[in-house]
């Protein structure tokens, strides 16, 4: 990743790469339009606080496949802590306490040192739980296994039609930074959720499109006598180009005669019932 580069370049750039728009990556990730286009266009200083920027940064970076960390280092940069670096809070602390040692207004001064003494010691514990809780690697190409948990951006009665018709006027409320802190736990937890294997067997040449989990998507052509395994969280959907050349299989479990001889089938939905068997459908 090239350190010049703003980080709402790279962004944009790896969200057009998936080839989604914004509109997309909000329902997907919950996250509104007008914080989306913030990120992407660097400005910062519109978002409530620097966790706040940091906060939605990380999120958006999860779903797109970036590394946290390097855009993190980019960020630190660019920001500069703006109102929110911990020395800076430091330094108003130490400044309201002076000043409380003056008898004048001095139960006004008491709850000033109250209201900055729960903004540092919250953003002690994002920071400690950003730095402690993830793991560095670099940024990759090929799809990572992300989930997003919907922030929780106080709107009333959040519809489609409503998001549709979001511009200027879209309005987010502040999140704590304690409730911020414990859905990118929640986040990280459901990444590590396990994966589940299913195995493709080819009989023939057969072309292939894979979606999966709708996040990732797979295309190739099987050679004859070829195995593909993928992984997948809750369900994948294929096309084929020769429907009774695949044999599907998922651990005790075997699909076969999913079309005739060199028939395309589309829309073959797969995924976990109740019980923990694969089933399918065809939509």
Sequence with gaps: MSEQKEIGKILKEAREKKDV???EVSKSTRIS????????KSEYKKLPS??????????YANYLGLNFEELKDIFEREYKGELY???????ALNE???NVKKPKNRKNYIIVVTVILCVILSFVYLITYLETNNNPSKIADKPVNTKS??????????????MDNQGDSDKYSVLSP???AKQLKESEQEEKAELRSVTFEFSDTCWVHINIDGKHEIDFIAD???????EFLNFFEIDVGNASAIKIKYKDQTFTGLGGWRQPVKNLYFSIDNSGNLVFLKK
Excluded: C, R
């Design 224 to 230: 004859a006598g070829s195995n593909k395994i993928i």
């Design 149 to 162: 948990v919907p922030l929780d951006i106080k709107k009333e009665n959040v519809t489609e039609d409503t």
């Design 85 to 91: 670096k911990e020395e800076e809070a430091k330094e």
């Design 50 to 59: 620097y966790i706040h920027a940091l906060g939605f940064l990380k999120l």
């Design 21 to 23: 728009t914004l509109k």
């Design 33 to 40: 339009l007008s914080v989306l286009e913030i990120l992407e």
């Design 96 to 98: 309201v306490i002076e």
């Design 178 to 180: 304690m409730d911020l």
